[in-house]
Structures are given as structure tokens and as C-alpha cells.
């Protein structure tokens, strides 16, 4: 698990900052707009009330299709990730160092939440949702901030 989410993580920049580069060369310093547009609508999607979904329902699908759930469930928690590295694409920002540092906090935090997962559960998991998109939301805030008055 720590090695698919770890994988996932650090590739789905990649992927995206290809895709950012290749945009920011044919959109200019519109690029960098766009960058902050991505990240505070990231942000504002993960803090967008979602249905309930039942535990018991999830756990039935997940052991239905193994490790093909293994494979989307490596995307669907790194789909932020892919618009981070769409962004440091058009920032022109060091992908390697961030993807590195992204690397080593997903396998550590990875490493952590199988060891406390049984003990916090789903009382952590959606306050944890929101605090990411609150902190994408702001990040995106700040570098509109920072074109705006640079």
C-alpha cells in the first residue's frame, strides 16, 4: 500500500508538470493565472459537501475488484497531486526537489496512517479533506496575491 501510494504520488506531478510546461510555453504569463485558477478550485472542491458514502458498501467494492480498486484508489488520491504538477509546470518551479519531498511525506505519512488507521478511523478523514483544501485554497490565494503586486 505504502509503495502504490508513494508511486502514485510522486508520478502524477510528473505527469502534470509535463502538461503544465507544454500549456505555460503556448499561454504565457496567462499560465501563471491559470495555475492559481487550478489550485483555489482544487481547494474549493475538497471542501464541496460530498454524499455519505456507507463504509460496509465501500469495503464490499474494494474486495470485488482487488487490485484493480488498488489502481484507482492510487488515482483518486493523487488527482491533487496532478494539478500541483500541472501547476509547478506553469510556475516553472524545481519539480524533482518537490516531487522528491512529495515522495518521502507520502511514504511517511503512509507508514503512519496504517499504524493509527484502525485506532482514529473516519473521525479524522473528512476534517483531514477539509484542511487540504483550505491549505490548496490559500496557497492559490497567496501566488494571486503575489502576481497581483510583484
Known sequence: VTVLFTAFEMGMPLVGFVGGTLVGGT???????????????????????????????RLSLLARTRGLAALGLGVSISLDELAIGFTLGLLRLNVLLIIVLIGAQTFLVTQLGLRLGRQVGERVREGAERVAGVA??????????EQLFH
Open 27 to 57: 499561454l504565457g504569463h496567462a499560465a501563471d493565472y491559470l495555475a492559481i485558477a487550478i489550485l483555489i478550485a482544487l481547494g474549493a472542491y475538497m471542501l464541496w459537501p460530498r454524499p455519505e458514502e456507507r463504509e460496509d458498501q
Open 136 to 145: 490548496l485554497a490559500l496557497l492559490g490565494l497567496v501566488l494571486l496575491a
